[in-house]
């Protein structure tokens, strides 16, 4: 069993930055891909970004791809997204996830890869 928390969301002008964190449970947190998702009001949840177990691959989705850094701490349980030059198209609620199912050899992007999530948190951009 995994719980994830996600913290760090707020409101922030547009281009202006935010650190997500999500805080993990689990004594194998070094063992799983972790991803972030975001889903804005009326629209369906999409892929953000992904890291590797050991935090040596990461994937970025290409509407964000040159405005974010997605990091991990293994020795703390937490995964981290840092999101640079806001927009307010960016504004979501933003979910982490975990895929801890055994035989993954690839960054996941689909939300069905992962197998735990967080409750999100609320990032507003204004203009």
């Known amino acids: 069993q995994v719980q994830l928390v996600e913290s760090g969301g707020g409101l922030v002008q547009a281009g202006g930055s935010l650190r997500l964190s999500c805080a993990a449970s689990?004594?194998?947190?070094?063992?799983?891909?972790m991803g972030w998702f975001r889903q804005a009001p009326g629209k369906e949840r999409e892929f953000v970004a992904a890291i590797s177990s050991s935090g040596g691959n990461t994937f970025y989705a290409d509407s964000m791809k040159d405005r974010l850094t997605i990091s991990r701490d293994n020795a703390k349980n937490t995964v981290y997204l840092q999101m640079g030059r806001l927009k307010p198209e960016d504004t979501a609620v933003y979910y982490c996830a975990a895929d801890t199912r055994p035989g993954t050899f690839r960054l996941p992007t689909r939300s069905y890869e992962y197998d735990y999530w967080g409750q999100g948190t609320r990032v507003t951009v204004s203009s």
């Open positions: 689990g004594r194998t947190f070094s063992s799983y891909a």
